[in-house]
């Protein structure tokens, strides 16, 4: 299936418009007889030749490098990767995410943001919002009769103050325990019904604005209650472009997107969820060339990568074999040009295990030191030696310089650790096999595999490329130029 819509990706212009469209956007090259249109080579080109890459290639230049790109995804194709479960789940996640939002329009946002907004005018209900202040004596709900009966007081003393003319918000400033509202004068925000526990908003919605409460007994203590404001929700119009931040904020696109998917799927059974992404893509893809290559780009990457991954890296880290061959047959290009040394720089508690170090190894392969030595003196809540191991060059390490290269240096010593000491060998001229210098062998060992399947790709598939049409492709430099005359 992923095949067919490679195939759809590649051929869309040909089938829609004709002849006209093969003018305006003609045939650069052929790969395995297969078409490439200029706008594909254009959009890499580009994209790989932006502003601020350093390595910028000519579009000569850039020729060869994705034939190259081409002949591996012919190969990945004919090899069936694109049939791989794991390619499928993989180009079908990321093939969605880019299908999905452009299946919202803006009608869909306004039905969505009219849909919050009734549903939140029907959760507020005939009641309304109220605003209230309130000044709160708190207690715990173990309190004694002792406690109740002190907080009671308190707030029998503040209540009797406001009916006198106390200044409430002033009290809740100094007094109350709320200290969330008491700084806003006891202040708070609008809320409706079922946001606040029952004791105070029954007494709260019994009020009108301007009126106080009586002392109210709550899960949480004693309140006095007063009326700030009532009001029902204002229109649609006032909050239409607070709810649109909110959608944005809560990233509701992709829940309409989903709802659109669910009834799409609904509305025609016989079509499953992957088919119908396939078709939103098509037609999206179809309106917009810059999507149409985005998505043959992370298609056919995916491909890459599988099969390359196969062929080359994962090959070239796992074979062993290769790896010292490759190393033997090119040994001088990973000489030095000083002295390395291959072993350890160690610490110990005492000064005995020194030399128990050195009988710890001596006869091991370089690569099982760490375990050994672990397993001998570390195997426990004790710690009886810390071991820095690698090849060292003058310079990474002060006790392997002062001891092996003879360096004037201060050796710093370790808390708890105060013997030292060095075992290993020095190397003149070089690594003594690719181990010592692994990660470079294995880099230089993927390149020379990949040189031979490229060459062997060449061999394999028939390139063509029409150098009329290559001369007509336009770069950013060019198009920057272009605007300026």
Request: with cysteine; glycine share 4%; net charge neutral.
């Amino acid at each position: 299936m992923k095949k067919v819509l490679i195939a759809v990706l590649m051929t869309a212009s040909f089938q829609c418009v004709g002849a006209q469209s093969q003018v305006a956007d003609p045939v650069i090259m052929t790969v395995n007889n297969q078409p490439v249109l200029r706008s594909e080579f254009e959009y890499s080109y580009n994209k790989n030749n932006s502003e601020g890459v350093i390595d910028k290639k000519t579009v000569d230049e850039y020729v060869d490098l994705f034939i190259n790109y081409k002949l591996k995804v012919v190969a990945a194709l004919e090899a069936k990767y694109d049939t791989l479960q794991s390619f499928k789940d993989e180009f079908a996640q990321y093939r969605d995410q880019q299908v999905l939002p452009l299946m919202v329009t803006d009608d869909d946002v306004e039905a969505e943001a009219h849909k919050i907004y009734d549903e939140t005018v029907k959760r507020i209900g005939p009641d309304g919002l109220i605003q209230v202040q309130h000044i709160l004596f708190r207690l715990n709900q173990q309190a004694t009769q002792e406690e109740l009966a002190a907080a009671k007081l308190r707030a029998d003393s503040v209540y009797k103050a406001l009916k006198g003319g106390a200044d409430f918000a002033e009290l809740a400033k100094k007094v109350s325990q709320d200290p969330g509202s008491a700084q806003q004068g006891g202040l708070l925000p609008f809320v409706q019904r079922g946001q606040l526990v029952k004791e105070f908003e029954d007494a709260a919605y019994a009020l009108q604005p301007g009126e106080m409460s009586d002392i109210v007994q709550s899960p949480f203590g004693y309140h006095i209650i007063k009326m700030k404001e009532r009001k029902m929700l204002e229109p649609f119009e006032f909050h239409h472009d607070g709810i649109l931040r909110f959608i944005e904020q809560r990233n509701l696109r992709d829940r309409i997107a989903q709802q659109k998917v669910d009834e799409l799927l609904k509305n025609n059974t016989m079509l499953t969820k992957s088919q119908l992404m396939e078709q939103k893509a098509d037609e999206f893809a179809a309106r917009d060339s810059d999507l149409k290559n985005l998505i043959r780009e992370y298609h056919d990457g995916l491909l890459l990568y599988e099969i390359s991954n196969k062929l080359v890296w994962d090959k070239a880290a796992k074979d062993e074999d290769g790896l010292a061959k490759y190393f033997k047959k090119n040994k001088k290009k990973y000489a030095w040009d000083e002295p390395r040394f291959k072993g350890m720089a160690f610490h110990v508690k005492v000064v005995e295990d020194i030399q128990a170090v050195k009988d710890c190894v001596k006869n091991l392969a370089f690569d099982k030191w760490a375990e050994q030595l672990r397993s001998t003196f570390n195997a426990d809540s004790v710690l009886r030696i810390r071991v820095e191991k690698g090849i060292f060059k003058k310079g990474d390490n002060a006790l392997v310089d002062s001891i092996i290269f003879k360096k004037d240096t201060t050796v710093t010593k370790l808390k708890d650790y105060p013997f030292d000491d060095v075992y290993g060998k020095v190397l003149k001229k070089g690594p003594e096999d690719y181990t010592d210098v692994r990660g470079l062998v294995v880099a230089d060992y993927q390149e020379e595999l990949e040189k031979q399947w490229v060459a062997e790709l060449r061999k394999k598939y028939p390139v063509y490329v029409n150098k009329e049409v290559l001369l007509t492709v336009k770069n950013g430099e060019n198009n920057a130029a272009s605007d300026k005359k």
